[in-house]
């Protein structure tokens, strides 16, 4: 059966929307074993909590991890996957909203080892070993069916791999082309999310969602704006009047015909406006204004009758006849220069909206019907005081509910629609980036659906061999519960677990099989392994039943090839030895059969991930060689976007360390539950420097005590390193910002030079202390 992938595969870590603390795709090497230093807050914890999460719900009825346990606090979402090559090995996402966990099927049996599988598996039972196992593992035997099975699920994994191959090139060439026909940036989120499995997981194409074709042109349209295209503009608000109530009291009302001769009239009405100026330019009865001659006796007959015209109230009625007229002839003026203005605003708005997909659809509104209402309106006015002109003595009638203001309050009310559609066009026009940000997300989904509908056989015939595959899968799984014979997984879990407390305690702890207990110097420990065995001896045996336990997870001899080991900081509370000893047992581990043993020549080693911060663990991995040094990794931050960096040489993170120790002390940072562990990580870098004959920390603390008065809150730091609480925020804070000042006090005595540009600390230590 072809289950294991190409070994000179590169193993691959990706992570996902962990928040905005964690995004990281990064490759190991493609040995089997690989160790990934991380200092704290860098993401170990969820690479290793995810993995832990991949068995899902152990027994029946029991309740599934809550995401929250696993996704950080700042982040609604988180996924981790494995590869090795272009092969996913591991899969598994967390949604915090919903609280769903989606697992992918795995051709490796993952098995973890970190805090929370010390916690679930020791710690919760007071470190005792259940020995309640009723497993067994089939030894198997030969069987042609199981043979002819698995030739044939070879085959189609085979097939299976070439045609994801495939479709994975196909659907690489069409987000390239995508990318470059949209102008797309990398990071758009839209963009990095287009991924295969779920392209063929996309439910229905949305009614409205045009294909890519008609979102690159509407793309291509949306570039050929011009820089100041020519943007559609209305005229402020229709505001004329016309004195209705004026023209109908004016028609109303009869007037008596002018006593002033015809001929006078008629001269006069000839050319009003002439005469009007002239008797306005008369400035006294005697001379004319232009000559300045006295006026005769006739010339003077002639103007009296002049201005008796205009004093007459036929002559007022006509110049109000005219005046009204005037007014009607400004509306229509302004109706005519409207009409203009609008459209020239509907074609400019027409041209432009083309290149924005979100108001194609849009228009701009007609005035037409309320304006020749209006022009109506002033045509049945204007008529009316012709009327009025011809024959002044008739009463003539305006109906009572003529009026314009209901019109212009129509022809108002398009304006102002048309104005919410031109300014909501002309901001689209002068931020054309969020357009195009629409345009290219849309692109991204039609994309989605378009190669789906593009690559339909293909996409329906990878699913059948899925099918094809999971029913062959389930039908081996069933022949190889009933072929061969079985062993008791408790047998195979002792006989490891012996090995393992006989190589790590050298005789001074013993596994009794028939009890399934662990013995010290022979005997029961009365007051039980909890309150017995030390911090450091608690780390060790839980490693040995996490190895012993390896067993559990195997229904079939074959599952042992399947067997990797992920393994989150096997040390943080051994002493040196038992580091040692642990190292040891990580490099000497093998699969030997249906055996897990150590020191066994020409066996195989089990896959294995190795996660730390321990700087001195990391450094014995890498002088004993338990890990190729070409297989040596350290995960760095860069701002949420994280880098794997091979590490062949000494990790150093004591200048991390220090730095953040530095920002805390001169309260550039807060403190955080991490930093008592880097208090912690320098001191023992100070001790092993200045005193290394000294046997542990605090013995190196007490010596800088007793010889320079430095005093240092010991217990904290140590508590905290190990899992203390803070639970009390304030006075927990300012202690620990206390103790990176003493331990920068300490720094400045033994290397002055790590932080000389530090100033002293004021009530750091105590009186006396100082006078010293």
Sequence with gaps: MKSDTNNDACLSVRVKHIGPVMELEGKLSPKGQNLLFATSGTGKSFISRALRALDGPLGEGEKDIDPADVVSEESSDGALSLLEGTAEIARIAFDKTSGLISRFPSQYIFHVFSSDYVGAELASRSYELDG????????????????????????????????????????????????????????????????????????????????????????????????????PNLLAAMSVQLNVDEIRSL????????????????????????????????????????????????ARSVIDAYLA?????????????????????????????????????????????????????????????????????????????????????????????????????????????????????????????????????????AFNHDFREENKAAIDELAAKEVQRAALSDAIEALKKTSGDKVEAREKVADTLEELISFAFHGRYSFDRENFSVKRDQKNMVRGSDRTLSDGEKTVLAFCYFVAQSHLKIYEVGDYRKLYLIVDDPVSSVSFDYVYCICQILKTLRIDGGDIRINTNGSERPKLLILTHHDFFYNVVLNNN???????????????????????????????????????????????????????????????????????????????????????????????????????????????????????????????????????????????????
Excluded at 133 to 156: P, R, S
Excluded at 272 to 278: A, C, H, L, V
Excluded at 685 to 692: E, H, S, T, V
Aim: a negative charge; one cysteine or more; proline letters at 3%.
């Design 309 to 445: 015209y205009f004093a007459d109230a036929e002559a007022k009625t006509r110049t109000s006849i005219r005046r009204m007229k005037g007014q009607t002839t400004a509306i229509r003026d302004e109706l005519l220069r409207r009409e203009a203005n609008l459209n020239q605003a509907i074609i400019r708005y027409d041209a432009l909206k083309v290149a924005f997909p979100s108001l194609s659809s849009t228009s701009l509104q007609d005035d037409a019907e309320p304006r020749e209402k209006m022009f109506r309106l002033l045509d049945e006015v204007d008529g009316l005081l012709e009327e009025k002109a011809a024959d002044i003595t008739r009463s003539i009638w305006l109906r009572d509910d003529f009026s314009i203001e209901g019109l212009q309050a129509r022809i108002n009310e398009v304006r102002e629609t048309n104005r919410t559609h031109i300014e909501k066009l002309n901001s689209t026009v002068d931020n054309s980036t969020s357009e195009r940000l629409a345009l290219q997300r849309r692109g991204c989904s």
């Design 132 to 231: 309640d196992i009723d497993h067994q593992i089939i030894l198997g035997k030969e069987n042609l069916e199981l043979q002819d099975k698995e030739a044939e699920l070879e085959k189609i994994v085979g097939d299976l791999d070439e045609a994801v191959l495939a479709l994975s090139e196909a659907f690489q060439r069409g987000k390239d082309k995508l990318r470059k026909a949209l102008s797309i940036r990398a990071n758009l989120q839209d963009f990095s999310g287009l991924d295969l499995e779920k392209c063929r997981g996309t439910g229905k194409r949305p009614e409205k969602l045009p294909t890519s074709a008609v979102i690159l042109e509407q793309f291509n349209a949306l570039k050929a704006v011009p820089s100041d295209p020519e943007k």
């Design 251 to 298: 028609l109303e009302r009869r007037i008596d015909q002018s006593t002033i001769a015809a001929e006078v009239k008629a001269k006069i009405e000839a050319d009003r406006e002439f005469f009007e100026k002239g008797v306005q330019l008369l400035k006294n009865d005697e001379e004319c204004p232009f000559c300045t001659q006295k006026f005769d006796l006739d």
């Design 626 to 772: 338990v890990v190729q040094k070409n297989a040596l990794f350290q995960l760095v931050s860069r701002g949420h976007k994280h880098e794997i960096v091979n590490q062949k040489n000494f990790v150093a993170p004591h200048i991390f360390h220090l730095q953040h120790i530095i920002d805390v002390a001169t309260s550039r940072a807060s403190p955080n539950p991490a930093t008592p562990n880097a208090v912690r990580s320098v001191l023992e870098g100070i001790w092993r420097f200045a005193y290394p004959q000294k046997a542990d920390l605090q013995a190196f603390l007490n010596e800088a005590n007793s010889q320079h008065a430095f005093q240092v809150r010991s217990v904290l730091i140590q508590d905290m390193s190990h899992g203390g609480k803070m639970w009390t925020e304030s006075p927990l804070s300012a202690d620990i910002e206390t103790a990176c000042k003493e331990a920068i006090e300490i720094l400045r005595y033994y290397a002055p030079g790590q932080v000389e540009s530090v100033g002293r600390f004021e009530g750091v230590l105590n009186p006396v202390n100082k006078a010293s």
